[in-house]
């Protein structure tokens, strides 16, 4: 029964009081962040009127009530649903969105094992030795509430959002999927505690300079760098296609569909829509971290020295290492953001050739020449050859890719 009644205090406290409010803070930090970047204000007005209880000033306190605000005008707007929809499946999708990219925080480690009182566990609501299947499996499956959104409305706009989201999502699963098998051959383990844990001991993936004796890097940890590096590259831009955010949110393309698969939904609906997006953008961050930055690991030795930090029964490195984990977190939030109002978006043709042409072939070779490294590290030159040799071949596919889209589409023939 004490099992059952932590596992349900670790969902509660890691979906619903870390990665839920994590939520309204992106759509905050996104709204502001673009501000800056495009030199204009932002939300600095939503705030409590004291004036009307007598005071001088309203307190505004940097518009961050506004996403309080905007949660309450979904909730509070008429949830219309339109007669010529498929009434049950046109219900379905919105939950068959958002539910995946809650189930996913399952398996993700937020921090070290925790001790209170002298009793330890983990920072992890389900610790699967084949995480990050688990992720995969999970997470795929809200392709068919876009598309299931996109049929059910019964409408051409928001169709062809559905149909485009299944094309991109399934060729971008599969450059996913091959990106990181050089990851788990490196680490030899499917669990992500396991792999977070060897990382706080020798090094994170893409920064493996020290190891639990001190500071130093062998041959294989040197080399590897070539394909972690690689492999992180397309890791990270498949999530971007995969949560259709900037450069890759074709599925709702503003300007061509009015608005994507979610035209005809309206209130807590595209709320819901609008919510899958973002838990998903912070699941796919997490990931990124997890595997490539460490997770949870402070590195540089760190971890060992605060491992012993104690304070009235409660072990404070399971807290702090929660604390680098959510830094780590926001922080690739506001790279998502970033990279929204500063690369322009893709044409549909761009966007699969670069799945198909760059990123699969790329993923593919890489994979071979993780397991060269791994099997033959004395071939030292060989092997940095091959690397530098993919390296160029890639950066090549890519600008080759945006050439080739530069032309001018031919005209149909009658």
């Known amino acids: 029964m004490l099992d059952i009644l932590i596992i349900l205090l670790k969902i509660v406290v890691l979906t619903f009081m870390v990665v839920l409010p994590l939520v309204p803070v992106s759509v905050y930090f996104e709204r502001r962040f673009s501000a800056i970047i495009q030199d204009r204000v932002g939300p600095n007005r939503v705030g409590i009127p004291l004036t009307l209880l007598g005071f001088k000033k309203d307190f ?40 995946p990219a809650l189930i996913t925080v399952c398996v993700v480690p937020f921090g070290s094992p925790i001790t209170i009182f002298g009793h330890t566990e983990k920072l992890v609501i389900a610790d699967l030795d084949v995480g990050p299947l688990f992720v995969f499996a999970v997470a795929s499956l809200s392709v068919y509430g876009i598309t299931i959104a996109g049929w059910a409305s019964n409408s051409k706009f928001p169709f062809i959002g559905g149909v485009r989201s299944t094309a991109q999502m ?54 590897f760098w070539f394909p972690a590096a ?115 978006r893709f044409r549909y043709d761009q966007l699969m050739k670069l799945g198909w042409v760059v990123f699969f072939e790329a993923a593919l070779i890489n994979v071979f020449l ?31 890719v945006a050439k080739v889209s530069e032309e001018k589409p031919k005209p149909l023939r009658a």
């Open 60 to 99: 505004h306190l940097f518009g961050l009530i506004q996403p309080i605000a905007d949660g309450l005008k979904l909730f509070l707007k008429e949830d219309f649903t339109p007669d010529h929809v498929r009434k049950a499946f046109y219900w379905l999708a919105p939950a068959l969105t958002v539910i």
């Open 170 to 223: 399934i060729s971008y699963e599969i450059a996913l999927g091959l990106s990181i098998i050089p990851v788990l051959m490196y680490f030899g383990d499917l669990n992500l505690s396991k792999i977070v844990q060897h990382q706080a001991d020798h090094g994170w993936l893409l920064l493996p300079i020290w190891d639990t004796d001190g500071f130093g890097i062998t041959l294989e940890k040197a080399l």
């Open 230 to 344: 690689i492999a992180f590259l397309i890791f990270t831009v498949s999530i971007f296609a995969e949560t259709n955010r900037m450069p890759f949110d074709l599925p709702e393309c503003e300007t061509e569909l009015v608005g994507g698969y979610h035209t005809e939904y309206s209130s807590m609906k595209f709320a819901m829509f609008f919510m899958g997006e973002y838990a998903a953008m912070v699941i796919g961050s997490a990931m990124i971290i997890t595997l490539f930055l460490g997770g949870w690991s402070m590195g540089f030795t760190l971890d060992a020295k605060i491992a012993d930090w104690n304070l009235f029964g409660f072990g404070l490195a399971g807290f702090i290492h929660l604390g680098v984990f959510m830094t780590k977190l926001i922080g690739f939030i506001l790279f998502f953001i970033l990279v929204r109002w500063t690369v322009p």
């Open 370 to 400: 993780a397991a060269l490294i791994l099997a033959a590290p004395q071939l030292a030159g060989t092997i940095i050859t091959i690397g530098f040799i993919l390296l160029v071949v890639l950066t090549l596919s890519v600008i080759w």
